[in-house]
């Protein structure tokens, strides 16, 4: 039993250091014309927004709500898929064998 809480203790500690991790890593997305970019943590918190300036012409207004809607879905589905990727790489390496979770 010892054996197992030390295992959930070490995985505690990786969740951790993985959300550490994962705050500080920023992933950036862009739209294809170049009007909006916009940067995530792995967290999915956003950290920064660009327009370009022609962008906020009212006759591009929605070009400009199109891009800013695919840069941020770009952006989130990819932070997503980071913390996936990490967290999958925590839980391989352990070995839990838990009732109840």
């Known amino acids: 039993m010892l054996d197992k809480a030390k295992q959930l203790y070490d995985l505690q500690k990786k969740a951790r ?3 550490k991790e994962l705050k500080e890593t920023e992933v ?3 739209s294809n014309d170049g009007f909006v970019t ?4 792995g967290e999915q918190h956003l950290v920064e ?3 370009n300036e022609e962008a906020l012409k009212p006759e591009n207004k929605k070009t400009l709500e ?3 809607r695919n840069a941020i879905s770009q952006a989130i589905a990819r ?3 980071l913390a996936a990727e990490k967290t999958k790489a925590m839980m391989g390496d352990m070995n839990l ?3 109840g979770l």
């Open 97 to 99: 064998n838990i009732p």
């Open 17 to 19: 250091a993985i959300q």
């Open 28 to 30: 950036e997305a862009n």
């Open 66 to 68: 199109n891009d800013l």
């Open 38 to 41: 916009v940067v995530f943590n």
């Open 79 to 81: 932070s997503q898929a």
């Open 49 to 51: 927004l660009e327009i």
